[in-house]
């Protein structure tokens, strides 16, 4: 199986190596792009309009030769369902995790996972979007599925970070509040879908989303309570430590018998004291 025919089969560990634009060994730059819900698909650059031509074996590659380097361009899509769609490339971005933060996260060294993986809305070389990154050291390819792309694992890839189990993939124009799962292909060709394990935000069940989320936004109340805790001798205080598991502890039955949200359960914790 080449490398395409992987692609195809969502088994490649690096579609970055193959989507995108990179060298054409007669000079240029090709620019492939692999979009199997597409039936035509051209590139816009400044000044150009490139068309791209479907691959001659594998369904779902589109393939073009610029005799340039490209530089900014965005994406034209005409879908089978008739649908067009106008987007950047996802595999025209330098990963957003440095050499020196891969470093510190296959050594374990990373005290705030939760600033790394997961999830993260941002600005990636001047373009609003989200940057998706998991922890899979066992899986041989692995997609981000979501509202954004109609749940299709084929459209959004991820890479191998450095072949070290950190899967990455910064996706131009998907923002706060979009629902999405990861998708794992294991190496024994088996396929699974995953919620986010370090999401900031979820569906409440029995959904079970992850939500894209910013944290950035939030407004903590408790600058008096950290204050005071600061200026307290923690080693001379006494410790208690509750635990309950609020998705079981207690139903709200007359709305369905869900679970008790943060704010009911704190109450109905307090009324036990």
């Known amino acids: 199986m080449d490398s395409l025919q992987q692609l195809a089969a969502l088994r490649h560990p690096n579609p970055h190596s193959l989507l995108g634009g990179h060298a ?33 074996t594998i369904p779902g590659v589109f393939e073009a030769i610029h005799p340039t380097a490209l530089g900014s361009y ?40 939760w600033r790394k993986l997961g999830a993260r809305p941002m600005s990636h070389l001047g ?7 998991v922890w899979a050291p066992h899986a041989m390819a692995v997609s981000v599925v ?3 792309n109609g749940w299709d694992e084929r459209l959004h890839q991820l890479r191998n970070l450095a072949g070290a189990g950190f899967w990455e993939l910064f996706v131009p124009h998907v923002g706060p509040g979009a629902r999405y799962r990861f998708h794992l292909r294991q190496r024994n060709g088996q396929a699974t879908s995953r919620a986010d394990p370090l999401a900031r935000r979820a569906e409440v069940p029995p959904l079970t989303a992850s939500i894209t989320h910013r944290l ?34 207690r139903r709200v039955v007359e709305d369905g018998g869900r ?7 704190g109450q109905a914790l307090r009324s036990e004291e």
Not at 31 to 37: C, G, K, M
Not at 259 to 265: F, Q
């Open 24 to 56: 054409a060994p007669s000079g240029g730059t090709l620019l492939r792009v692999f979009r199997p819900d597409a039936v035509r698909v051209a590139a816009h650059l400044p000044g150009v309009h490139l068309e791209l031509t479907p691959h001659a």
């Open 74 to 113: 965005v994406l034209e899509i005409d879908r089978h369902d008739g649908r067009k769609l106008r987007t950047l490339d996802p595999y025209a971005f330098w990963p957003t995790l440095g050499d020196g933060e891969l470093k510190v996260l296959v050594h374990g060294q990373e005290p705030s996972l």
């Open 216 to 249: 950035d936004g939030y407004r903590w109340g408790d600058t008096t309570w950290m204050q005071a805790r600061a200026r307290a001798d923690q080693s001379a205080r006494a410790v208690s430590i509750y635990e309950v598991h609020l998705g079981s502890w």
């Open 259 to 265: 679970a008790l949200n943060y704010r009911e359960a």
């Open 127 to 133: 373009v609003d979007g989200t940057a998706f990154t």
């Open 146 to 148: 979501g509202d954004f």
